[in-house]
């Protein structure tokens, strides 16, 4: 994965290069829900195909319910799924009932989104090439280990956390909340800590894509849009197979994979039930692409044309701005949503995080005889794990999509996941306590464990 444009003035790089438009958005938002949440609710929410054509789809809606309400079929099984009889109704939601239609929030959340988790696997799909993070087995061996640690450690808080305050009904669907790492703000914090060229920056991005595909494979199996239509998966198998149509034809403009197999694998993952975020993903693999990777977030990227590399090029930056929109539109809670979920999503990120990472890479090195990085120490595993609780953006998606129904718990998860950019803070203070200062590259190997 490139990191932004070489070319562009220092300022504009910065303010893509840094997630600066999601932090703004976040910030608008939280403040707009605090004046008006009313108003930001309408704004997202309004159904624009009922705005053009005058149609009161929602009144429609309501009377679906009502009628499923009389037939004794409305509700919900213990996992959290919807019924049979709600299913005409939740199946192509928007992630909110579906009751609010073609509007603001489903163009961003499902549409929009595809890109930037098209992007995130393009991440994974390269760390698998030669040269790329996951390449080789022995190297990914204890960082993957260290990601199950990361997804095992935060969960198991959250679900006894959930037991212990007697909420397992109302917030046990979250539990994948705190298991996500945001990669751009953990680079960002992990290269401010460690310095540049110091291996425990390696060895968080390899963890994070990890926990990145973990993150997709969560999404699509455990937080469905509605009861799953696994037929639909069909027009999935058929787009991947028109995209190495393509491949073998040598189209090389990857507009052509996105706008044929691209839309027909969205609209497939949309009508089976599964989070059309996740729609574009399975193309990826289908561009055509470089055979070697050379590292995410490698400036050496820019000077690939291939069209996966040229996809991503072109919509690096309007991923940004998307991301921006997506913290304007989902990030809009109040300061007295803090409640359980709140704690239960911030003890997963500050507290399981560091120490499932922890105990899974001491579990690998003395039980497993595995190794960590030259030049790594335990001080410098549990300061990245401190650096991995930074969720914000893929928390906060992953809590919109655990909570569709919205309400009091959505709010209170959606405040951890927000707060958890908190672990930015921490993991300086651990860096501090533990006596880790910023290296040069040079001086990667040299500093003592």
Not at 128 to 144: D, I, Q, V
Not at 267 to 282: N, T
Request: proline share 4%; glycine share 10%.
């Amino acid at each position: 994965m490139s990191h932004g444009n070489s070319s562009s003035p220092t300022a504009i790089r910065f303010l893509f290069e840094n997630s600066v438009f999601l932090i703004v958005g976040a910030v608008l938002a939280l403040i707009w829900a605090n004046v008006d949440s009313a108003s930001h609710k309408a704004f997202f929410e309004t159904d624009l195909l009922q705005l053009v054509t005058g149609a009161n789809h929602e009144e429609e809606a309501h009377s679906d319910e009502s009628h499923t309400h009389e037939s004794g079929n409305s509700s919900k099984t213990a996992s959290g799924s919807t019924s049979d009889a709600e299913h005409g109704e939740a199946e192509h939601g928007d992630g909110h009932s579906g009751t609010h239609g073609f509007s603001l929030y489903f163009i961003i959340n499902d549409l929009l989104m595809a890109l930037f988790f098209a992007i995130a696997g393009k991440e994974v799909w390269e760390s698998l090439l030669p040269g790329g993070a996951l390449s080789n087995p022995r190297k990914a061996a204890t960082p993957l280990l260290a990601t199950l640690g990361g997804i095992i450690g935060p969960a198991g808080l959250y679900l006894l956390g959930a037991l212990a305050f007697n909420e397992w009904a109302e917030l046990g669907r979250g539990w994948a909340i705190p298991c996500a790492t945001d990669i751009a703000f953990s680079y960002l914090i992990a290269r401010i800590i460690f310095g540049h060229g110091h291996p425990a920056i390696a060895f968080l991005l390899l963890l994070a894509i990890a926990d990145d595909a973990a993150g997709l494979i969560i999404l699509a199996i455990f937080y469905p849009t509605g009861d799953l239509q696994l037929t639909w998966l069909i027009a999935t198998v058929t787009a991947v197979t028109i995209g190495f149509v393509f491949r073998r034809m040598k189209i090389q403009s990857f507009w052509w994979y996105l706008l044929i197999p691209g839309s027909l694998s969205w609209l497939s993952f949309y009508m089976a039930g599964i989070h059309p975020a996740l729609g574009l993903v399975p193309i990826i693999p289908t561009l055509p692409h470089a055979h070697t990777d050379l590292g995410i977030f490698a400036i050496k990227e820019l000077d690939r044309h291939d069209p996966l590399n040229e996809f991503e090029h072109f919509f690096k930056c309007p991923v940004e701005i998307i991301l921006g929109l997506f913290g304007l539109c989902n990030a809009a809670v109040t300061f007295s949503s803090v409640g359980t979920g709140t704690w239960l999503v911030l003890a997963g990120l500050f507290v399981g995080k560091p120490l499932g990472i922890g105990l899974l890479t001491l579990f690998a090195e003395k039980v497993l005889g595995l190794q960590i990085p030259e030049g790594m120490g335990y001080k410098h595993i549990i300061t990245l794990g401190c650096i991995a609780g930074i969720g914000f953006t893929v928390a906060l998606f992953v809590s919109v999509a655990a909570f569709p129904d919205g309400g009091e718990v959505l709010d209170s998860v959606k405040m951890g996941a927000l707060l958890s950019f908190g672990a930015a803070i921490l993991s300086i203070v651990v860096a501090k306590l533990l006596g880790i200062k910023p290296i040069h590259p040079d001086a990667a190997t040299t500093e003592s464990a």
